[in-house]
Nanobody
Framework: QVHLVESGGGLVQAGGSLRLSCTASGRTFSTLPMGWFRQAPGKEREFVAARTSIWNGDYPYYRDSVKGRFTISRDNAKSTMYLQMNSLKPEDTAVYYC??????????????????WGQGTQVTVSS
């Protein structure tokens, strides 16, 4: 298992920026595919961004609506993953969760493919 803790959420005006962090403990961080998901009130949890493991090139991929605005990165020495969010929009408002997978070997945007989850951090973008 891996324990995940998110931080960095908050309230920001539209057009602003936030950086979320996710610190992992319990397993070798670099070998795990890691991702960010979000859930807005009354909506299902949706994929935001992820990176494949180092065995699969540590490749980043994103949902279309955040491409060019969000950047996912990881610092394996610190066992920490980041989500830099720029040009934020009110529709980005949600609880953001980081997640790790023990099973996938390719890119996946399905929440069911991720096994460990953090507690979530609230991001609110005001118009």
């Amino acid at each position: 298992q891996v324990h995940l803790v998110e931080s960095g959420g908050g309230l920001v005006q539209a057009g602003g920026s936030l950086r979320l962090s996710c610190t992992a403990s319990g397993r070798t961080f670099s070998t795990l595919p890691m991702g960010w998901f979000r859930q807005a009130p009354g909506k299902e949890r949706e994929f935001v961004a992820a990176r494949t493991s180092i065995w699969n090139g540590d490749y980043p991929y994103y949902r279309d609506s955040v491409k060019g605005r969000f950047t996912i990165s990881r610092d394996n020495a610190k066992s920490t993953m980041y989500l830099q969010m720029n040009s934020l929009k009110p529709e980005d408002t949600a609880v953001y969760y980081c997640a790790a997978s023990f099973t996938i070997t390719t890119m996946s945007s399905r929440a069911s493919d991720f096994d460990s989850w953090g507690q979530g951090t609230q991001v609110t973008v005001s118009s």
